[in-house]
């Protein structure tokens, strides 16, 4: 069992920085390939990145590449995702996930409860 709390959300203007944080329960956080999605209001959830065990292989969304950096420490259970150049567009609930298989989720995926992102124009 895994259990994964995110915090960092907020409100940026455009432009801007955000660092988002998920810190995971558990021993074995080091094995699951871990991730970040969003929900925007009247859409679907979509993956927005994520990174392997090891954290030597990262997948990223084509809308934030270049802007958004996934990283992960797996002596402190944690995984960070850092929002460079934010747009309106990335205004969402973002939520951290483990236990992926590469950038899709499964019946056996873990979530956290989310954090509101809000960029302003």
């Known amino acids: 069992q895994v259990q994964l709390v995110e915090s960092g959300g907020g409100l940026v203007q455009a432009g801007g920085s955000l660092s988002l944080s998920c810190a995971a329960s558990?021993?074995?956080?080091?094995?699951?390939?871990m991730g970040w999605f969003r929900q925007a209001p009247g859409k679907e959830r979509e993956f927005v990145a994520t990174?392997?065990?090891?954290?030597?292989?990262?997948y990223y969304a084509d809308s934030v590449q270049g802007r958004f950096t996934i990283s992960r420490d797996n002596a402190k259970n944690t995984v960070t995702l850092q929002m460079n150049n934010v747009k309106p567009e990335d205004t969402a609930v973002y939520y951290c996930?483990?236990?992926?298989?590469?950038?899709?989720?499964?019946?056996?995926?873990?979530w956290g409860q989310g954090t509101q992102v809000t960029v302003s124009s």
């Open positions: 990174i392997s065990g090891s954290g030597g292989t990262t």
């Open positions: 558990g021993r074995t956080f080091s094995s699951y390939t």
């Open positions: 996930a483990a236990d992926l298989r590469a950038t899709r989720p499964h019946t056996n995926t873990y």
